[in-house]
């Protein structure tokens, strides 16, 4: 008897289970199809890809019991991809949803605005005279998905008798949760949208079972969309995680990528520089209004990533105590533990998600992946990348991409390789002295430690024709310099892909991020030095952009 939480073995469903626990609640997790007999109300978290969800759910003899259990009448609460089965299908693929909301699943229309539909947004109530089920019209909760039920009563106005809230993106208004009955189910993550997801989550658990039943909404009606949707501009911290030299996991921080102390006082001279532990240093940001935090373990490249406990163990107590988005990187590769056993990319990254995190971020592997498709013509994969792999398993928002280029200066006047078309050209104001020059981009591996023949341009579209979902751009010439963000090179990139695009490196000041969303398109911006030294404050960060009218999460 009691709350049951199903997980069909995908994704991170472990920060739902760390959010209930928090909130003071006890669960099981259902392990054969008898367990929704004993639930009295249940939640499925469905992370990842909706064809992966069903068919794991067949496998397991679990759908037709799911399917029994919503028609019973017991309360049901589905996140995501558990949202999104009570439809009929999905586009995402060819299997079939349990057909209870009867229209389909459909892609986002990409033309207008990045998909994913990644960041936090709000949620409107159709009807608020029939109650709203713990959402807040005033707060902002996290979307992350490339799939989505439009708001469409003139096709589907008994499925729209579902609509509790709808949510705007571009142009396009989507069920961001649906009620009927016991049956409550929203598109964005509740254990992931901070305060405001844990008060919904914990409103739904409290109720007794007799305020779960909800009649139908007021008659559907026609909704027109806003000029510009609410999305919100993300703040994200990153955290560099190396062992020191007493074998202890720490936050460093380097300028262009060294992290070793360049002080000559005799305990610190050459030492891995400390900058916190970074559990408590992730709780700090968290606390403090980062929208998504970003662990990169920097050491990882000289490890097999799956005997790196400690790492592992640092997700996992991190997921206890944040409650947003959290990506891992660093190792997210094919390897070979010591004793001879091979680990899929696809292993690793289970690994991850099933501690806590969101999305991992494959840096020197994205290169390798790329080089391969260039050489194959730019054609599709052969389906056995790490991009590849984790995208089909987890759904392409899982999957972040991290560029680590560096500037090659050329001659403009004599230049005539490959890149002439992607070449940035210095400005007499730049940061830099930079008159007369030109660049381009190119890519680097394992830290920055290895140039490739390879640009910044091809490694963004070809992460994009694998199945990344969003892109990290980083630039080793700024990393630590303080001197903001290169808006060339995110304007470049944001050019050459449609999926979400985070804007790293050289972050020095509240005004440098007022820029960055200013001057270019990016959906999200990433530092680490400002706020590990507490030089900027993540809530006067949110203010100063505010203040110039940039739409942020308060
Ligand atoms: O190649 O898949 O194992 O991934 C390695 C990942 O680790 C890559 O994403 C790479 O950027 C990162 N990495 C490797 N070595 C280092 C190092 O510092 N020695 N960290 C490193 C890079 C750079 C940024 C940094 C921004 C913002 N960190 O993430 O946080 O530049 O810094 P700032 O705001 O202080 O300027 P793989």
């Given at each position: ?92 693929g060819t299997a079939k949803g349990l057909g209870v909301i009867p229209c389909p699943i459909e892609s986002f229309d990409a033309s207008d ?388 695009v985070v804007a790293s490196s050289g972050a020095g000041s509240a005004q440098h991020f007022v820029d960055v969303f200013r001057e270019t ?34």
């Amino acid at each position: 008897m009691g709350l049951y939480l199903l997980d069909y073995g995908a994704g991170n469903v472990q920060s739902l289970a760390n959010s209930i626990t928090k909130l003071g609640h006890n669960f099981k997790w259902v392990t054969e199809p008898e367990d929704f007999h004993r639930a009295t109300s249940l939640v499925f978290p469905g992370v990842g890809a909706f064809e992966t969800a069903i068919s794991h759910l067949e496998t397991k003899g679990l759908l037709q019991p799911l399917k029994e259990y919503i028609q019973s009448g017991k309360p049901y609460f589905g996140i995501c991809i558990g949202m999104q089965v009570l439809f009929q299908s999905s586009s995402e693929g060819t299997a079939k949803g349990l057909g209870v909301i009867p229209c389909p699943i459909e892609s986002f229309d990409a033309s207008d605005k990045a998909v994913p539909h990644m960041g936090w947004n709000s949620a409107d109530v159709v009807d608020p005279s029939a109650g709203a089920e713990g959402v807040e019209s005033s707060s902002y909760y996290y979307f992350v998905h490339s799939f989505r039920a439009k708001y469409d009563p003139d096709n589907y106005p008994e499925a729209m008798t579902w609509a509790h809230t709808t949510t705007q993106y571009g142009q396009e208004l989507f069920l961001s949760s649906v009620r009927k009955g016991s049956v409550f189910g929203t598109q964005f993550h509740p254990e992931k949208s901070g305060e405001a997801g844990l008060a919904l989550i914990d409103s739904w658990l409290r109720k007794p079972e007799s305020e779960h039943l909800h009649a139908p909404s007021a008659p559907v009606r026609k909704l027109t969309p806003k000029p510009t949707h609410a999305l919100t501009k993300r703040i994200i911290a990153c955290m560099d995680v190396r062992a020191n030299d007493q074998g202890d996991l720490v936050v460093t921080k380097g300028d262009q990528y060294d992290v070793r102390e360049k002080t000559v006082t005799a305990d610190t001279a050459g030492a891995v520089r400390n900058l916190g532990k970074p559990v408590a240093l992730a709780a700090k940001y968290y606390e403090a209004g980062a929208d998504e935090l970003c662990l990169l373990n920097i050491t990882s490249f000289r490890h097999s990533p799956l005997q790196d406990q400690p790492m592992l163990a640092v997700v996992r107590a991190a997921a206890e105590t944040i409650f947003v988005p959290l990506t891992i990187g660093g190792g997210i590769k094919d390897s070979v533990d010591p004793d001879g056993t091979k680990r899929p990319a696809l292993e690793v990254a289970g690994a991850y998600f099933r501690a806590g995190a969101d999305k991992v971020s494959i840096g020197s592997e994205a290169v390798y992946a790329v080089e391969k498709l260039r050489a194959a013509g730019w054609k599709k994969g052969d389906g056995s990348s790490a991009i590849e792999t984790i995208a089909h398993a987890y759904g392409r928002q899982a999957v972040v991409v991290s560029i680590d280029p560096k500037r090659v200066y050329v001659d403009p006047k004599t230049y005539d390789g490959p890149y002439r078309s992607e070449l940035v050209y210095g400005k007499d104001d730049g940061p830099e002295i930079e008159r007369n020059k030109a660049w381009w981009y190119q890519c680097t591996v394992s830290g920055g430690r290895e140039t490739r023949d390879m640009s910044v341009v091809e490694l963004a579209k070809g992460a994009e024709i694998l199945g990344a979902g969003e892109i990290l751009v980083n630039l080793i010439d700024r990393d630590g310099t303080g001197l903001g963000f290169d808006l060339d090179l995110v304007n470049l990139v944001k050019r050459t892909v449609q999926v979400p695009v985070v804007a790293s490196s050289g972050a020095g000041s509240a005004q440098h991020f007022v820029d960055v969303f200013r001057e270019t398109p990016v959906e999200a911006a990433l530092a680490a030095g400002i706020f590990h030294r507490e030089e900027v404050k993540i809530s006067a960060l949110k203010q100063a952009l505010q203040a110039n009218k940039i739409n942020v999460r308060d």
